[in-house]
């Protein structure tokens, strides 16, 4: 696709259910970014892939949270045992980092609401 | 590790008003760059400014970086209800990866 793709665009879920957010960078960016963004804040740094490096993981909140990337393309973030302070929009980034361009390329993002 | 920030967190402005956003980094940037997120919507990349003291123009949207490299503000000359929405800076870390880090964001409000 042309442009960073998440699924799904909302979810419900009960409070202690796990879920699985995913998504699909451009093709070609070695730069994945997940942020949580609660309504009318700012954007809350959660997780940070570059290439075959081991992962930024200083924004989790809690070990509920983790985050993969497979194969350098597509990351998947899973929460467990999810809480209602865990309802957000989710949002995952992707950027080329070539060439000193670093500019970061957003996903439409999951909203996540749990009851 | 580098911090952005960003203020006023906030800004309501009369349709027609000039409205400006400042963003102070802890640590020289190597480049800043500033996004748009309208309400609904996610943050869209408006511009990438890279040398000291640079001057980038869109239409009235006026985009400065600091001497220093370590700020940056972004100005709107006559605000429209289309400007409406949050306004964030970024810039790259210090770490090989070149992370980049969001400021909080100024949120701007145009009554008509």
């Known amino acids: 696709g042309a442009g960073v793709s998440q699924s799904p665009s909302n979810k419900v879920t009960e409070k202690g259910k796990d879920v699985e957010l995913r998504c699909d960078p451009i093709?070609?960016?070695?730069?994945l970014y997940w942020y949580r963004q609660s309504l009318g804040q700012g954007l809350e740094f959660l997780i940070y892939?570059?290439?075959?490096?081991?992962?930024?993981k200083s924004g989790l909140p809690s070990d509920r949270f983790s985050a993969e990337r497979t194969g350098g393309s597509v990351s998947t973030l899973t929460i467990q045992r999810t809480q209602q302070e865990d309802s957000a929009v989710y949002l995952c980034?992707?950027?080329?980092?070539?060439?000193?361009?670093?500019?970061?390329?957003f996903g439409q993002g999951t909203r996540l609401t749990v009851v | 590790g580098q911090q952005v920030m960003q203020i006023p967190q906030y800004q309501h402005v009369q349709e027609g008003e000039d409205f400006t956003t400042y963003c102070n980094s802890s640590?020289?940037?190597?480049?800043i760059q500033w996004y748009k997120q309208r309400p609904g919507g996610h943050p869209v990349f408006l511009i990438q400014?890279?040398?000291?003291?640079e001057v980038k123009k869109q239409k009235r949207l006026t985009f400065q970086f600091g001497e220093a490299k370590k700020n940056s503000s972004l100005h709107i000359t006559a605000t429209q209800t289309t400007d409406v929405g949050t306004y964030f800076c970024?810039?790259?870390?210090?770490?090989?990866?070149?992370?980049?880090?969001f400021g909080g964001g100024t949120r701007l409000m145009v009554k008509p």
């Open positions: 970024a810039g790259p870390g210090n770490n090989a990866g070149n992370m980049l880090t």
């Open positions: 093709s070609g960016h070695t730069a």
């Open positions: 400014l890279v040398k000291s003291g």
């Open positions: 640590t020289t940037l190597s480049n």
């Open positions: 892939f570059q290439g075959n490096s081991a992962p930024d």
């Open positions: 980034a992707s950027s080329p980092l070539l060439g000193g361009r670093t500019e970061a390329f």
